[in-house]
């Protein structure tokens, strides 16, 4: 919002003179509701004499001044809890009941011992009795649930944007990593070396050569059935990364080692196909090998619905700028579908990426 030329100054005092305890929005806030309440609350707590009488209006201002300070630093530390506590735009109605009873009682506890004080004042002549509390508390009570109602609506709208902004951004990942796995589908280098494989294995062992076109079709007839699936058991994912290994094998030689677990029976959990493929080429395009030094990958399938990827951690010395979007994608894509967060470790030795799996297809659709 721009702000007129002729306001700059006052704009400026203001904010040179916000305490550090509130936030910019607390502080034009507490400054905009003054300017209503405060005379008005005062004529109130104080009756006609806060306006016919020049010290009870001085003397009444002064304590005003002081008690409306204290209740906001209070009440605002109280509104600050309720807020983290009853977090996001679901919780509105539970947030906006339970700050209204708990601020509403805090500002009549915090009335009534001014309330007290004050009827000690000579100066001031207010009774300390039951019906000008009531009459202070109907008025508290109206007051704190007209503002605790505009404040969660403008609160519950904000954070519904920002969810809103949150879904864009993750669909919007999801679409790119869609994207990825299909022109991966279709990848130009990987069909090259696949092809000049094969040309070297023809002559030298044709066995071998018709195992690897064998691998080389299911994993091309895997990855052409990806985008018809949101998730895959865990099983199928492992059986097509062990097909995936193979091709690995062969292409790279003694300079790679890719360990795969032992599967009995089928393991639980369900997870985005293709997602432990990009772990595994994530390895391969971080990392240095040789057959001196080969680069070891290793899956591992948790006890706790989990599975992860682990590899040797050798660098590449000089490299390009290396695109870490598919790993980014993929992160993106498991906070979509669980609220468990994908697990990333990285020791003098290793690099793990730990992927949490999704029980129950079902409750995804």
């Not at 070396?193 to 094969?198: E, F, R, V």
Request: glycine content about 4%.
């Amino acid at each position: 919002m721009t702000i007129p030329r002729f306001l700059l100054p006052v704009h400026q005092l203001v904010e040179r003179s916000r305490p550090a305890f509130f936030s910019r929005n607390e502080w034009w806030f507490h400054l905009a509701l003054a300017l209503v309440s405060f005379p008005i609350g005062n004529y109130l707590f104080f009756g006609q004499s806060y306006l016919s009488e020049g010290s009870v209006f001085i003397a009444g201002s002064l304590v005003g001044l002081l008690m409306y300070g204290s209740s906001v630093v209070v009440l605002t530390l109280l509104v600050r809890r309720i807020m983290a506590h009853y977090t996001g735009s679901q919780r509105t109605l539970q947030r906006t009941l339970v700050m209204i009873g708990l601020v509403s009682l805090t500002a009549m506890l915090l009335n009534l011992i001014e309330l007290y004080v004050c009827s000690r004042l000579s100066l001031f002549r207010i009774g300390f009795t039951w019906q000008t509390i009531k009459a202070m508390w109907l008025i508290i009570v109206t007051y704190v649930g007209i503002f605790c109602l505009v404040l969660n609506l403008f609160y519950a709208y904000t954070e519904w944007k920002k969810e809103q902004v949150e879904i864009e951004q993750l669909r919007n990942q999801a679409l790119q990593r869609q994207f990825d796995a299909l022109k991966g589908q279709v990848n130009p280098h990987f069909l090259f070396n696949s092809l000049s494989s094969i040309s070297a294995l023809i002559g030298e062992d044709n066995a071998l050569a018709e195992r690897f076109v064998d691998d080389l079709a299911k994993v091309y007839r895997y990855m052409l059935q990806a985008g018809n699936r949101p998730l895959v058991p865990l099983g199928e994912e492992l059986t097509f990364v062990g097909t995936y290994a193979q091709l690995l094998r062969v292409r790279y030689g003694a300079a790679i080692r890719i360990e795969l677990p032992v599967i009995v029976n089928d393991p639980p959990g369900y997870l985005p196909p293709l997602s432990l493929q990009t772990l595994v080429d994530n390895a391969l395009e971080h990392n240095s090998m040789s057959a001196n030094r080969p680069l070891v990958i290793q899956v591992r399938v948790g006890p706790l619905l989990t599975v992860a990827v682990v590899n040797s951690l050798q660098r590449k010395k000089r490299h390009l700028a290396i695109n870490q979007r598919s790993l980014s994608a993929l992160m993106a894509q498991f906070q979509h579908l669980i609220t468990t967060p994908v697990r990333i470790d990285e020791t003098d030795a290793t690099f793990s990426v730990t992927l949490p799996l999704v029980h129950d297809i079902v409750a995804v659709h």
